[in-house]
T-cell receptor, first 113, second 114 residues
């Protein structure tokens, strides 16, 4: 069973479109995260939710909106996609809000053309 | 703000060579430290972690790391690398006011020549 699963794995879309990436974890973890990995492999945290509550919101354009319907799911919706949004987006979960070791999803490669 | 520095951007070694990847962090208080590995086209996997106790931590696949508090370092080592160790390696820290998230270094790409 996949512990942290993301869909889709690949996403190619045109500038200006709106798209969503879904993430689900079956580990019973309380906290979930979204990270962005750019073309230089640099990983930067975007958001974190603990038990459906937003606890981290880094400096991310408000075109990005996370949604957590329950503690097992954290989806990422992106409006008005731009070329610079092209990256690999990783979802992760951890047992508690202290981030003591993550389990990562397999990533979603977003390409904006 | 906490930060993590990995000074080696790309390391190239031959099989059976010894490996040491540098990692330094900036934070004066209690830290939790991690090394993650990302094999080509895959997600990040935890190699090892340090929370407290013995500063020499052993991880999976023969890797180990040593926490040296006075040097703010957590270098990763392996005595004899294999071709299958080709990957991107990330050092990370979880500390202080940022305790609810892990901050990653910029990564070190390791290439192993068969």
């Amino acid at each position: 069973d996949t512990a942290v699963s993301q869909t889709p794995k690949y996403l190619v879309t045109q500038m200006g479109n709106d798209k969503s990436i879904k993430c689900e974890q079956n580990l019973g973890h309380d906290t979930m995260y979204w990270y962005k990995q750019d073309s230089k492999k640099f990983l930067k945290i975007m958001f974190s939710y603990n038990n459906k509550e937003l606890i981290i919101n880094e400096t991310v354009p408000n075109r990005f909106s996370p949604k957590s319907p329950d503690k097992a799911h954290l989806n990422l919706h992106i409006n008005s996609l731009e070329l610079g949004d092209s990256a690999v987006y990783f979802c992760a979960s951890s047992q508690d809000g202290r981030g003591l070791g993550y389990t990562f999803g397999s990533g979603t490669r977003l390409t904006v053309v | 703000a906490q930060s993590v520095s990995q000074h080696n951007h790309h390391v190239i070694l031959s099989e059976a060579a010894s490996l040491e990847l540098g990692c330094n962090y900036s934070y004066g208080g209690t830290v939790n430290l991690f090394w993650y590995v990302q094999y080509p086209g895959q997600h990040l996997q935890l190699l090892l972690k340090y929370f407290s106790g013995d500063p020499l931590v052993k991880g999976i696949k023969g890797f180990e790391a040593e926490f040296i508090k006075s040097k703010f370092s957590f270098n990763l080592r392996k005595p004899s690398v294999q071709w299958s160790d080709t990957a991107e390696y990330f050092c990370a820290v979880n500390a202080g006011s940022s305790a609810s998230k892990i901050i990653f270094g910029s990564g070190t790409r390791l290439s192993i020549r068969p």
